[in-house]
């Protein structure tokens, strides 16, 4: 953006210049075509403030001395620039639904209230008063005064369990900054938008928001108007947002999801890296470090990677008294069938629903969904290996109503904030308790009552032993994995990808942890890396042993949590370190209360569905993406312009994916009911959009 305007402005100087003469300036030409080609690289969302830009310049470009020579570039050539080619929309298509799935969609037209800046006492309750709240939930108060007082602390709470109210109120007392970073951008701009709103004093800058955006947004940083800003941990390795917070005094920095600092955890963003040291650059405030999965181990790294000192340690809030917990426990031949069965029961009643079933692969999250949807219900796969578009209509859908039960992997959640879901279910164990309880918590928002139940087989535990092994990594391959570093360096310095591959990554951090390297990150999410001498032998066999029983502890959890008798909610309070006693207000799991009327044994339960019919879902289910041709292919095309129109302004995934497009166009259905059975298409869609699309289909 900054290129255009700057083109812009150039160009604008050349017209003014031109037009004092009677000579065309053969500058101005090139200066058109460079800001048609600064046109074509800006991102869709800066492109109507570079056409209000363009606009302004066509008087001037009008006016224009004739050309001579016959050298007239065209009446084609204008400034205002081409409408953009067939496969920029598509792009377009695909980023707007990429913004969607971040929760960055609609975040321009948030209304600008008048700011209040809050000028009262540096004092919890006046401060609760101020965001219109009347009571704190547990260990808010704590964490809030800790920091008002200038100390570093510890806030382990569960997603949604409200540690962001935990840095707002003492962001929002003091006229110094706060700085809150997270790397959960739709949860970041959510409660944004929502203190935004409501005409506090805060600001966000994060990739996708639009460069003219980001200016105002730091602007605002650096004239001490705002008194928070959300921004994700690679923003500090831009000079713009260094310049803008170096201007005011930072007193505090607020770091949610703080385990991502861990390099042994599953969640390690290299970004994080960078924090220890914006801490020091800062001049030392306050730093309160947030998350809701910390184990004792990883908390204790957190504490000495960012050198909290003698932090406030908050652990509380990770009961959720409207959830009841269910294990149910599949043995022997036919466990698929059965739990296909228990889950088509469960889901048909619509006290369930809507629901989430998370599936540990992708195969099982297509199979699950077809099965359900072959059972009448309105069921959709959500994992990444769909396209934007697709996810985000999924989500779009879930969110609306349109599909009530999505059956995804672990891709999904995390911009979702839906608080009516009314059960979640684990197709399989997953990898470990944190995983586990924060899906299941995604249950009941709402405050309403809300099942969480768990599909355990012993045979799932072998999928969780091979993951194991597969992370394992044996000291020798740490020396030769970093001799290869040091091989491939200049002078011992190289820079790479973040590992994709959990084993190089456990690797890397094992060579940082006991000297052998150092870590940084670089642009892109790369890594600087700094070879430093040779890892010691005994060191790095101490280091595997920790990573390698990390991975065993998480697997002894979540295996005593399938199988033991004991009460469900105990073990997950017990295992986040909570010992409030539970309070559930309702059934509180299958341990306490074995009475599992709302759902049928799965030992006897009779599987009705007939092999056959699962098989052919099955085929259908991994069958290969659909290549059109011919009349298809054109079909296609018109179902696209129809979509476009349709859309009236809004992004094409709200109307349909290219997906259901294009399944459309290679199976024409011929009436609502054959419509309907297309992925993709639920009652929503059959209502507005049914005689449309089959008047277009019986014209084909
Ligand atoms: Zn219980």
Known sequence: MLEFEANAARLRGLLTAEAKGDERDPEVDAGLSELRAAWKRLPAEDRALAGEISASLKELVEGRPAAQNGNDPGPEESPLPEPPTEAELRMDEQREARLALQGLDGLTKVAATETRSYNGPAEANALLAHVGLDSFRPGQREAVEAALAGRDSMIVMPTGGGKSLCYQLPGLASPELTIVVSPLIALMADQWRKLAEAGHPVEMVASGLGAARTREALNRVGDGSARIIYCSPERFGSTAFLDAISQRDVDLLAIDEAHCISEWGHDFRPDYLRLPKAVARLGRPTVMACTATATAEVAEEVRSRLGLESPLEIRSGFDRPNLSFDTLTFE??????????ILEQALKDAANRPAIVYCGTRRDTEEVAEAMRGAGLLAAPYHAGLAPDE???TQLRFMTGDADVIVATNAFGMGVDKANVRSVWHWAIPSSVEAYYQEAGRAGRDGAPARAALLASRSDLGRLVRFIEQRKVDPTSVISYVERL??????GALELDNPRDDADRIRLAIAERVGAIDVEPAI?????????????RAETEAACRIATDRGWQAYRAVEKYAFSEACRRRQLLDHFGDSTPGAPEGRCCDACDPDTAWLPDPETIT??????????????AAAPAIDLAGADAELFERLRAWRTAAAKGKPAYTVANDRTLTEIAASRPSDEGALADIHGVGPAFIKRHASDVLNLLSEA
């Not at 040091?486 to 002078?491: G, I, M, V």
């Not at 599987?607 to 259908?620: D, E, I, L």
């Open 332 to 341: 022997g031949t036919g466990t698929k069938a059965r739990k296909l069965a």
């Open 391 to 393: 996810r985000a209509s």
């Open 486 to 491: 040091n091989a491939r360096s200049d002078h």
């Open 524 to 536: 892109g999410g790369r890594l600087t890396i700094t070879v430093n001498r040779r890892p010691d």
């Open 607 to 620: 599987v009705t569905r007939s092999g056959k019919r699962s098989k052919a879902k099955k085929s259908k």
